[in-house]
């Protein structure tokens, strides 16, 4: 079993930087692909951004050029630091993993592993 365990959340103005962290607490494999989702209230959730163990990453439309992920293998931890903030990515952000697959796409359904989520929210 594996616990994924996000820092990070808060509350900051638009135009504002935010970094949050995912802790994970063992690898099941050399080969596998971490991100980070988000929903907000009454929406699905959606895929931000994913990086995978060979280092490649996938970016959701609406956050490129101002999201980037990025991972430190040594700590089994995740990041995602945010740019240039706008009221609507105010959601609850979800770090998420699956082992023994490169990344292929932002779908929810691509991963089977969860953190319980921390919040992020934007005023204009």
């Known amino acids: 079993q594996v616990q994924l365990q996000e820092s990070g959340g808060g509350s900051v103005q638009a135009g504002g930087s935010l970094r949050l962290s995912c802790a994970a607490s063992r690898l099941l494999s050399s080969t596998y692909c971490m991100g980070w989702f988000r929903q907000a209230p009454e929406k699905e959730r959606e895929g931000v951004a994913a990086i995978g163990s060979d280092g490649s990453t996938i970016y959701a439309d609406s956050v490129k050029g101002r999201f980037t992920i990025s991972q430190d293998n040594a700590a089994n931890t995740l990041y995602l630091q945010m740019g240039s903030l706008k009221p609507e990515d105010t959601a609850m952000y979800y770090c998420?993993?699956?082992?023994?697959?490169?990344?292929?796409?932002?779908?929810?359904?691509?991963?089977?592993?969860w953190g319980q989520g921390t919040q992020v929210t934007v005023s204009s």
């Open positions: 998420a993993a699956v082992w023994w697959r490169r990344c292929s796409s932002l779908t929810r359904g691509s991963f089977n592993y």
